[in-house]
């Protein structure tokens, strides 16, 4: 008799294993999805805008830029991403030396601002001319207090915007307004947020 009462205990003892196990394997998947997703493409080295400012890159070692627009609703995670992207070259070498001393202009981090807009995004390419290329993402935001540009600038060959380092820059506005065909006319200028206007005096 106790032989046959241990039977079902066996049975669902079993199927909790193999449940247990199912989930594991599930458990391991996501993870290895998320691990992908936050690390791969991401390669160890200072970002673009560190380059510039140590002075280890120059004006003259940029070899091209181009602008790209991101159409998705996603960031783009590896080379065939960026690569179905439209996107347009940047042909004077004013507007790249232009772009190049904004750029090392930017300060590490990100301010307060109040109740910020996003007026437009875009992705900038820099090849330089020792084989290196980066991918700068920039979002611009307009408030009460003006414009500003949002800047997460990957290293060298990291296509996984994860891996980016944040800034902030004023000054580079007025350049992507002038170059990024993508820019949207109704962005020109930033929109002031509204303030609720004071509740009446109950006195």
Known sequence: MSGLQEAPAQGNTRRNLWVAAGLAVVLIGVGGVLLQMFYFGIQPGPSFVDQLQSGKILPQDVSRVDILKNAGTTWPFTEQ??????????????????????????????????????LHGGILRVDVHSGEHYYIFYAVYGDAGGVFTDIKANSANSTNPNGAETFENVGIVSWIRSNDPWYPASAASPVPMPFPSPLPSTK
Do not use: C
């Not at 347009?88 to 307060?112: C, H, I, N, P």
């Open 81 to 118: 991403d960026y690569a179905a992207l439209p996107r347009v070259t940047v042909s004077k070498q004013s507007e790249v030396d232009a772009l190049v001393s904004a750029l090392a202009a930017s300060a590490a981090g990100r301010q307060f601002h109040n109740h910020p807009g996003k």
